[in-house]
């Protein structure tokens, strides 16, 4: 079935630099979602792409969806702590079905 | 986020035992999902729920039997289960199954087998 790989699988950042992490498919994507995951929480959503070549802010976060709509990105800005947890992306698969991907644990050094 | 409530938060139990996971969602909501998720596989999807009515079951074991009586309780009833089935099982729901709608989940049921 459609699946969304997720890059890089762990990211380790600097209080204050920035991070992308990408969600690449091998098929066209009718839309994604993007997931947070605190550690000992559960998945909570952030947002949803639809269009071609959208982007959508929220706060330091910056979701695009690509144009081919193949690939989105989350881009996180002077990352700070409570940026620490699991980011998911997630599609509709065969069957219309919601499918997540493995996810980027992003661990942030003070 | 209280809209779904999972009871218990931890479950210990040998493989002979039979126990039950509870998921109520108060959201008015009218799909609702069982998720497993282990230390090294991203969330896999269990069952699917839509109106009442079970629209998939993702090739999962026998040893877990889904219940969903009304379109705000779902269980996972559990027997002779295997120390692989160890993992936090996660219950989401959304407004419909299949649709665009994003899914809220619980706080997940820690499961271990001994």
């Known amino acids: 079935g459609q699946q969304v790989m997720q890059i890089p699988q762990y990211q380790h950042v600097q209080e204050g630099e920035d991070f992308t992490t990408y969600c690449n498919s091998s098929?066209?994507?009718?839309?994604i979602q993007w997931y947070k995951q605190r550690p000992g929480g559960h998945p909570v959503f952030l947002i949803q792409?639809?269009?071609?070549?959208e982007v959508k802010k929220q706060k330091r976060l910056t979701f695009q969806f690509g144009e081919a709509k193949k690939n989105s990105s989350l881009h996180i800005t002077a990352t700070q702590t409570t940026d620490v947890g699991t980011y998911f992306c997630?599609?509709?698969?065969?069957?219309?079905?919601?499918?997540f991907g493995g996810g980027t644990r992003v661990l942030v050094k003070p | 986020e209280t809209g779904v409530t999972q009871t218990p938060r931890h479950l210990v139990m040998g493989m002979t035992n039979k126990k039950s996971l509870k998921c109520e969602q108060h959201?008015?909501?009218?799909?609702m999902y069982w998720y497993k998720q282990s230390a090294k596989k991203p969330l896999e999807l269990m069952f699917v729920?839509?109106?009442?009515?079970?629209?998939e079951n993702n090739s999962v074991p026998s040893r877990f039997s889904p219940e969903c009586p009304n379109s705000s309780h779902l269980f996972l009833h559990l027997h002779t289960l295997q120390p692989e089935d160890s993992a936090l099982y996660l219950c989401?729901?959304?407004?419909?199954?299949?649709?665009?709608?994003?899914?809220?989940f619980g706080d997940g049921t820690r499961l271990s087998i001994l």
């Open positions: 989401a729901s959304s407004q419909e199954a299949y649709s665009n709608q994003p899914q809220h």
């Open positions: 098929t066209t994507l009718s839309n």
């Open positions: 792409l639809v269009k071609s070549g």
């Open positions: 997630a599609t509709k698969a065969a069957g219309n079905k919601l499918t």
């Open positions: 959201l008015g909501h009218n799909a």
């Open positions: 729920y839509n109106f009442k009515e079970q629209t």
